[in-house]
């Protein structure tokens, strides 16, 4: 099971940190991850992190903006977003993958489960 949250209402330049918290499995063996879905268009990925931590991902639209990072010892996962624009508005999940690999952590259809979601709103 995976629990998001931290969302809101910010203000266009401010900065948000979205949890994941995770329970019933070993968080360790999964390939976690961010997908986004703004109001009328396709979920779209947003980040990922390997199991180790060691290894993360970004969209183009949030790289140097978003910073993904997993506390395995406390099954969680957080992403830390700065300088949000309105762009960045969309219901948040969080989601979780015993089979990911390099080429398809982009792919929400590897993923074998999801979060409920978050949402954020950025304000200009």
């Known amino acids: 099971q995976l629990q998001a949250s931290g969302g809101g209402l910010v203000q266009a330049g401010d900065s948000l940190r979205l949890s994941c918290a995770a329970s019933?499995?070993?968080?360790?063996?999964?390939?976690m991850a961010w997908f986004r879905r703004a109001p009328g268009k396709e979920r779209e990925f947003v980040a990922a992190i390997f199991r180790s931590g060691g290894n993360s991902y970004y969209a183009d639209a949030v790289k140097g903006r978003f910073t993904l990072s997993r506390d395995n010892a406390k099954n969680t996962l957080h992403l830390q977003m700065k300088s949000l624009g309105p762009e960045d508005t969309a219901v948040y999940y969080c989601a979780a993958g015993a089979r990911i690999i390099l080429s398809s952590i982009y792919s929400g259809d590897r993923y074998d489960y999801w979060g409920q979601g978050t949402q954020v709103t950025v304000s200009s």
């Open positions: 019933g499995r070993t968080f360790s063996n999964y390939v």
